[in-house]
Nanobody
Framework: QVQLVESGGGLAQPGGSLRLSCAVS????????IGWFRQAPGKEREVVSC????????HSVDSVKGRFTVSRDDAKNTMYLEMNGLEPEDTAVYYC???????????????????WGQGTQVTVSS
């Protein structure tokens, strides 16, 4: 059973920072691709960032490049998303997901059939 639990969301001012954590059940990181997604009100869910299991390369959506950093601590079964330079457009519910199905281009988990955490709200506002 794959379980994912996000934490670290909250309210931040524009230009501020937050760090999200995703604790996963043991062995998930060995066998599943994991990544961060977000869904803003009235918008479709989008992939934010992930770290490829095979080669360690990271992928991020263009809108967060240079501001967000994804990392993993396999010993702690935890994935992180360090978010700096937050903008109001980053306001969304952030989810971590795990899947055996991988996007061949990005190395990110494919949403269909993925396991999802409960989500954590990030609000960027002055």
């Amino acid at each position: 059973q794959v379980q994912l639990v996000e934490s670290g969301g909250g309210l931040a001012q524009p230009g501020g920072s937050l760090r999200l954590s995703c604790a996963v059940s043991a062995s998930t990181l060995d066998y599943y691709a994991i990544g961060w997604f977000r869904q803003a009100p009235g918008k479709e869910r989008e992939v934010v960032s992930c770290k490829n299991n095979a080669d360690g390369k990271t992928h991020s959506v263009d809108s967060v490049k240079g501001r967000f950093t994804v990392s993993r601590d396999d010993a702690k079964n935890t994935m992180y998303l360090e978010m700096n330079g937050l903008e109001p457009e980053d306001t969304a519910v952030y989810y971590c997901a795990a899947s055996r199905a991988v996007d061949g281009l990005t190395g990110c988990p494919l949403p269909s059939g993925a396991y999802w955490g409960q989500g954590t709200q990030v609000t960027v506002s002055s």
